[in-house]
C-alpha cells in the first residue's frame, strides 16, 4: 500500500520561503500526474499545483501562481513545492496526492505565515 510523507512545513513570516517535500513509499508514482493540495480547518481542501509524470507541464491555482513552483524528481520518488512571497492567507496543511486523490491521504506538514 502506498503511504506518502510531507515534510517541510513551519511557522515563516510573511514574505518568506518554505519547500515542502512529499516523498513515497510503496510504489512508484514516477507514472503518475500528481499534485499538491491544502486545508485549513472548517474548508474543504483545495488544489494548490499539479505537475505531470513527466514534469513538463504545471499548472496552479490563481491564488498562488507566481509565487508556488512545483517540481518533482521520480528518481527519488518525491514531489515538492517551493513556495515563495508567503501570506498569511498560505497558512494551512498542505498534502499531497494525484489529483483525484486516488493515493491514501498522508499526515500532510504544517504551514503557519505570521503577518
Known amino acids: 500500500q502506498a503511504q506518502l510523507v510531507e515534510s517541510g512545513g513551519g511557522l515563516v513570516q510573511a514574505g518568506g520561503s518554505l519547500r515542502l517535500s512529499c516523498a513515497a513509499s510503496?510504489?512508484?508514482?514516477?507514472?503518475?500526474?500528481m499534485g499538491w493540495f491544502r486545508q485549513v480547518p472548517g474548508k474543504e481542501r483545495e488544489p494548490v499545483a499539479i505537475?505531470?509524470?513527466?514534469?513538463?507541464?504545471?499548472t496552479y491555482a490563481d491564488s498562488v501562481k507566481g509565487r508556488f513552483t512545483i517540481s518533482r524528481d521520480n528518481a527519488k520518488n518525491t514531489v515538492y513545492l517551493q513556495m515563495n512571497e508567503l501570506k498569511p492567507e498560505d497558512t494551512a496543511v498542505y498534502y499531497c496526492?494525484?489529483?483525484?486523490?486516488?493515493?491514501?491521504w498522508g499526515q500532510g506538514t504544517q504551514v503557519t505565515v505570521s503577518s
Open positions: 505537475i505531470t509524470w513527466a514534469g513538463d507541464s504545471s
Open positions: 496526492n494525484t489529483p483525484r486523490a486516488t493515493l491514501i
Open positions: 510503496g510504489r512508484t508514482f514516477s507514472s503518475s500526474t
